[in-house]
């Protein structure tokens, strides 16, 4: 995948600095940047935290997410594993249990499936099972989505797969600063969480990231722009092209209102009815196969709670039927969500 | 140019055949497209049945009384254009009420598919659909549609008393069909002749108004007040004139028939405690219409003193916002121009208007003789919403008791 220079550690966020209202100075961090930081301050905070994962340690991780970390907090807490992802997340499920704080990483959101039978028999239902007794407090971390060339093993968005199991919680990022604070809130949380981070925002999405310890509550959704004509309910990179679309549209005088997820199972079912209500014109987006996605899940949210406020047939954008993401040029763009098909779908919604 | 054929419409779900009761064209006639040509018979409708080209009727195949079946050719027609035949057009003909609708295009085919927001929003808050214009696809009412008619509406219940808004400009479109001659004075219509029209249109447009008249014999009114007018002007320095004495005698009846002294404010109806009373002056070309408030609490001489201020003010153009607000009830002094008889347009947003006629002397026949007698006609012109005749029938009765009865010892002037 992509290469990238080693950086020490120390220097990593001295890269570039914005000027804040007040006059403190912020840095400015890429989405992957922000996983780092969030993985290095929980590691200093709590000596529980560790890491592992494929070519995390020394590598640095393909995508550099813990570049640095091994250098700093050394072998026993950056671990590199073999090529299996039911150990990473066995060993991680009962490192948990027994009160450590593992962050597990999968290289690929694809190569998550070997894992899925620890992930959902397991860690998701050890508190229910054990009747309070044990608790696995485990993050696992993913890279998602396409946009990327990556083709079938590297583009997939799975998180559909685990979106109905109840002791499981999934987080879906759309920025940096939401990044730091939705991680560091994942591996304080008492039971398992999947953190899927989009590989295509890793280094295309930057932003101001605050250097204080903060945190991010799981489970709530965020009013990214607030609007008047219609409602964009969606989550991870998709969020960062509706905002983008609805700023175009605003010189149309179409006054688009966007709620961000962040969590996406289990759904802040008030937040959503909330925005739904506000315009009554709603649309769905993710970067997901349509059918079964979360989307569908947030549509039968809003049909059930607010019909008398709705004034258009909930849409639904998403990815199409097809097995898996084409590596064909062409076909990938038809396939990924982008900032045009958000806009001539924002355009339409408003129209109607 | 081409012949086509008109076909017997399908005039129902499950209709077959229809009778045809009477023709309404003859041939040679020239219909345009949607134009009726035919009534026609079902066992489920009776129906018009539009014609579905522009062009001269050449013959009539179907008799009166024949029953053709769906689709079957009724008439012949030379049309002007080469329409295509359009075989939606002729079906969409189905009942009388539906045959209004096929003359309107796709462009509104989404009118009347209502969302559940814009049922909910209209049903809550009593909105007629079919008064509201659609801005979305095709014609849709959309929510923001109906949430801007219900702002709309409490802005205008709030911004009553100054009725210029938007919707209501219709005294400001441009005549193109009024031509100037050489001569022609062009005036531009603006401030108070332009407030003052927008007034009266929003008033007659939205105030079903009903009228009523009564003739009052003031005849003691007249002795009296002649007998005091002078000494009046020489210790006041204005004059005791009549009209001071039918507001006295109004602002009475007013709280007597508190339902005159009122408000339309759309679900309600706004019963005024104070008396306010707008008189029109006028002033030049000017008309303003200033208000006295709580008449019922002044005397005589008090309404007097307000009048001469009001013209006073008026004449040098000293009037100021606060001298025309909340009025609850207008008199008119229109019998100042001799008039004995007219049609007050209601002051908008009040419920009634009365006008004040000229005095005049009259032969009339008390116990079977006759008498000079000073008569006034006084005219009312009532919000039907708001009130209905028996209401203002006895509230001008009660009004000329008042006044037929007016001596020194009734109604002092102090």
């Known amino acids: ?352 | 140019m081409g012949l086509e054929k008109i076909t017997m419409p399908q005039l129902g779900e499950s209709v077959t055949e229809g009778t045809i009761s009477n023709w309404l064209i003859q041939p040679g006639d020239h219909v345009s497209k949607y134009d009726p040509i035919a009534e026609v018979l079902t066992d489920k409708v009776n129906a018009e049945v539009p014609s579905s080209f522009t062009g001269t009727i050449k013959e009539l195949i179907a008799q009166e009384d024949e029953t053709i079946a769906v689709g079957d050719v009724m008439c012949l027609i030379e049309t002007e254009t080469n329409e295509k035949t359009s075989e939606s057009n002729v079906s969409k003909a189905k009942t009388e009420t539906e045959i209004n609708q096929s003359h309107e295009t796709n462009q509104t085919d989404m009118k009347k598919r209502y969302s559940p927001a814009v049922l909910r929003l209209a049903q809550e808050n009593s909105i007629d659909l079919s008064e509201v214009k659609g801005n979305g696809r095709a014609g849709r009412i959309t929510r923001k549609d109906i949430e801007k008619v219900i702002a709309d509406r409490s802005n205008q219940v709030e911004s009553a008393p100054m009725p210029v808004d938007k919707e209501n400009n219709r005294s400001n479109k441009s005549s193109d069909n009024i031509y100037t001659q050489a001569g022609d004075k062009e005036i531009p219509v603006t401030g108070i002749r332009k407030a003052i029209a927008n007034n009266m249109v929003r008033s007659t447009t939205e105030i079903p108004h009903a009228w009523m008249m009564i003739e009052v014999d003031v005849t003691n009114l007249v002795n009296y007040r002649n007998a005091e007018k002078d000494a009046f002007k020489e210790t006041e320095g204005y004059n005791l004139s009549y009209f001071a004495f039918f507001l006295n005698a109004i602002a009475k009846a007013l709280k007597k028939f508190p339902e005159l002294n009122s408000s339309w404010a759309g679900d309600k109806i706004v019963q005024h405690k104070d008396i306010n009373l707008s008189i029109a002056v006028a002033h030049g070309k000017e008309l303003f219409v200033p208000v006295i408030k709580n008449v019922d609490e002044k005397s005589i001489k008090g309404i007097a003193k307000e009048i001469d201020q009001l013209s006073k003010k008026a004449r040098n153009g000293s009037l100021t916002q606060e001298d025309m607000k909340g009025g609850t009830f207008t008199v008119n002094n229109t019998g100042s121009f001799g008039s004995v008889q007219s049609m007050g347009v209601i002051n908008y947003p009040q419920a009634a208007i009365l006008q004040v006629e000229s005095i005049v002397k009259r032969p009339v026949i008390i116990d079977d003789m006759f008498a000079a007698r000073d008569m006034v006609n006084l005219c009312l012109s009532l919000d039907h919403r708001v009130l209905d005749g028996v209401i203002s029938g006895q509230f001008m009765s009660h009004i000329k008791g008042i006044l037929e009865n007016i001596s020194g010892d009734t109604t002092p002037i102090y």
């Not at chain 1, 997820?261 to 009815?273: G, H, N, S, V």
């Open chain 1, 1 to 352: 995948m992509q290469k990238m220079q080693p950086m020490p550690a120390q220097n990593q966020f001295m890269t570039s600095y914005m000027e804040t209202k007040g006059g403190e100075m912020m840095p400015v961090l890429s989405y992957i940047q922000a996983v780092t930081k969030a993985l290095q301050e929980e590691m200093e905070r709590d000596e529980k935290v560790f890491v592992l994962g494929e070519d995390v340690g020394v590598r640095g991780g393909v995508f550099r997410a813990t570049d640095g970390l091994y250098q700093q907090f050394g072998e026993s807490r950056v671990i590199d594993t073999p090529l299996a992802e039911s150990a990473i997340a066995g060993v991680g499920i009962g490192a948990a249990m027994y009160g450590m704080r593992p962050v597990a990483e999968m290289q690929f959101a694809d190569f998550i499936l070997p894992a899925v039978n620890q992930i959902i028999s397991e860690a998701a239902k050890m508190r229910y099972r054990s009747n309070n007794d044990w608790t696995c407090p485990i993050t696992i971390r993913a890279p998602y989505g396409g946009g990327v060339h990556g083709a079938l093993y590297h583009s997939q968005s799975i998180e559909a797969i685990f979106a109905n199991q109840p002791g499981l919680k999934i987080v879906m990022p759309s920025s940096p600063y939401d990044v730091k604070g939705l991680l560091k809130a994942a591996i304080r949380d008492n039971d398992p969480v999947l953190f899927l981070e989009h590989k295509r925002a890793y280094r295309s999405i930057k932003e101001e990231v605050p250097d204080t310890d903060y945190t991010l509550p799981i489970g709530k959704a965020d009013v990214k722009r607030e609007g008047s004509d219609i409602t964009v309910i969606t989550y991870g990179l998709c969020v960062q092209w509706a905002i983008k679309a609805a700023e175009n549209l605003a010189a149309e005088g179409i006054d688009v209102h966007i709620l961000d997820l962040r969590t996406i199972y289990p759904l802040d079912q008030e937040a959503i009815k909330q925005a739904a209500s506000k315009t009554g014109k709603v649309l769905l987006i993710t970067e997901d196969n349509k059918e079964g996605s979360i989307i569908g899940e947030v549509a039968a949210i809003i049909s059930e709670h607010c019909l008398f406020d709705l004034d258009a047939p909930i849409k639904r954008l998403a990815g199409p039927d097809v097995p898996s993401m084409p590596y064909a040029p062409p076909l990938e763009k038809e396939f990924m969500i982008n900032q045009d098909k958000i806009e001539a779908a924002m355009r339409d919604l408003a129209e109607f």
